[in-house]
């Protein structure tokens, strides 16, 4: 028996990489490990491309993101690319924003390559869920203010805001709504219909990159806040007590009091 | 004016670094660049002493977890050691399991910090939460089966599971209970009282690690099969139907249902 090497001799496998917020720093070792033995990387809109410079010389960088105009590869697509790539290329990584589980439709892709019998891995990515109010040091868990934090898509697969976020705006929980900015008006009013008009709320865009830009009021306020402030998508949404620790909110609240008193 | 340099002349400042669930590969790269320009480096029992490694020859490294026997420095000791070294040696990195805002009073430090002047700064983690039901393959959102997840502390400050728990067992969400084990049975009884006895759940111990076991069963038997399996603490519950896209779950649940109909 004889070993023969060719371009497509490789063994196809699949690697799922959580690129992270935005932050090219804020992924992890492993991930540049995988992206270091990559034939191929199929990357996301919001996956900070220059990450893709890890990637060996050879490697395809193919995007799979929104393109010109609006189109967007459907999940089936990129399914099938990520496969096709496989068995022809070698080694896929499939480069994801944040982590591949949090509304990354990751265990799709998983479920997909099994069907051709192609291994396939993962290597968790930073939540902007986690991670984005970090930054703005809001902790979603803090001693004495939350002891949970439950994270809510603003938009499920039929365009509406989850049902669970009518469930989260009854609890104590810290809530973050990803996805949700372009709903950010009807999310309020989920809250407010709650009583949680003075609950603080903040609003945070492309948290992690040079284009962050905060907001952070109270649900009676933050729909105006956002619009003055040109907020726009990528926005994570957090909702609770934890984020009255922010440094911008002190202020505030001070001169809502003097409002209030006035 | 002339600038003179000792051994004590350097700024101090603190970084509180998430290093992840146990895997020294999971650490991110701004963290690992962290370390490297460290004087000091204060971690905790959960963290990979293998990262200590990234640290300069000359860095301090302090270990501020559980020692010998049961005795914990105290958050204030912790507190207090931190801006300590600070001020004597420079930059302090603080190193924590996880994300340091998840359950990691990462937000007490900071703070701490602040009443000294001492500038400080969040490099986030990957937080166990999400990580290692992923590395499991399990994903914590999934369409059809979740749109949200819902992260729970088992243990509060005084002791007992948080109230967070009743109310996260009356939803849809996923629900991942962190520092629980030692009261899953207490756990399993809250979602058996909201008739999910059926629930899938799955408890994985030392996730990410050498040491990495996985139970899966469902809220009538998970009680039972962790015993069996000696699982012990550090160690994550999931419940949730994203259980059930577990491998070892599908032929669990054609036995039950032979059992069920025998």
Request: aromatic share 8%; charged share 20%.
């Amino acid at each position: 028996m004889s070993i023969t090497t060719t371009t497509n001799s490789k063994e196809p496998r699949i690697t799922l990489v959580g690129a992270g917020p935005g932050d090219t720093d804020l992924i992890t070792l492993k991930g540049v490990k995988a992206l270091k033995t990559a034939d191929v990387v199929l990357y996301d809109a919001l996956v900070n491309e220059e990450l893709l410079e890890f990637a060996p010389e050879h490697a395809a960088r193919v995007y799979v993101g929104k393109r010109s105009g609006d189109h967007t590869y459907s999940q089936d697509a990129v399914n099938k690319l990520m496969v096709d790539y496989a068995i022809n290329y070698g080694h896929v990584v499939r480069l994801k924003g944040g982590d591949p589980f949090v509304f990354g439709r990751g265990y799709e892709e998983l479920d997909f390559a099994a069907l051709y019998n192609i291994p396939a891995q993962v290597i968790p990515g930073i939540s902007s869920s986690i991670a984005v109010p970090g930054l703005q040091q809001i902790p979603v868990t803090h001693r004495g203010l939350s002891e949970s934090f439950w994270v809510v898509t603003g938009t499920t697969a039929s365009g509406k805001v989850s049902t669970d976020v009518y469930e989260a705006a009854r609890t104590k929980a810290t809530v973050v709504v990803l996805m949700g900015i372009h709903k950010l008006a009807e999310i309020a009013e989920i809250f407010k219909n709650e009583g949680k008009n003075n609950l603080p709320v903040a609003v945070i865009q492309s948290g992690s990159t040079r284009d962050e830009k905060v907001v952070v009021g109270i649900v009676d306020t933050i729909v105006e806040l956002a619009e003055e402030n040109k907020i726009t998508s990528p926005a994570i949404i957090v909702f609770g007590e934890v984020v009255s620790l922010h440094p911008k909110f002190q202020p505030m609240k001070e001169f809502y009091d003097i409002v209030a008193e006035g």
